[in-house]
């Protein structure tokens, strides 16, 4: 990683920022962040056939920050500035994070939302040595938080 970031990377962030703004996007991201829920790929299958709209809104933004985190993931923007302006890219892999093992099974591609996966590693990692505890808390509000109401981190 680079020691600091520069203004491309200044750029990048601000047109992810432009991205998630997207009308679509932002009922997409609602939606994962208060309706979404699959305890297994066959259940979300059932819940949410293909097309439909919770499938279409679950492939929105996991592809939106599967591409986010892709730019991080490769060296394209600076990691601690991605890190310290993004928390729901994390949010977002602890709700789906149970169901990536079988999808990439069942695709046959064990690197199906790898960036989102290896950036979301690094970013636990940050985040316990910049702030022991908080991804804990951030945890317990996850499990208890997002189905009551919409816990939709920034």
């Not at 991201?29 to 208060?34: E, G, N, P, S, V």
């Not at 499938?55 to 923007?77: C, I, K, N, P, Q």
């Not at 695709?107 to 940050?126: D, F, H, I, S, T």
Request: with cysteine; proline share 3%.
């Amino acid at each position: 990683m680079r020691d600091h970031p520069d203004h491309h990377d200044a750029e990048l962030l601000l047109r992810l920022y432009e991205l998630r703004r997207e009308e679509k996007l932002c009922k997409a991201r609602d939606w994962l962040a208060t309706e979404f829920h699959a305890d297994s790929l066959e259940d979300f299958r059932q819940r949410y056939p293909r097309a439909s709209e919770g499938e279409v809104y679950f492939r929105m933004v996991t592809g939106y920050w599967e591409m986010a985190a892709s730019l991080v993931d490769h060296g394209l923007m600076h990691e601690e500035l991605f890190f310290e302006n993004n928390g729901e890219f994390y949010f977002v892999w602890m709700r789906i994070r149970h169901l990536v093992p079988a999808a990439r099974e069942a695709c046959k591609n064990p690197q199906m939302l790898g960036a989102l996966e290896r950036v979301a590693q690094k970013y636990e990692k940050w985040m316990e040595r910049r702030a022991p505890g908080a991804l804990e808390a951030a945890r317990e509000l996850i499990k208890t938080g997002v189905q009551g109401g919409g816990a939709r981190a920034s």
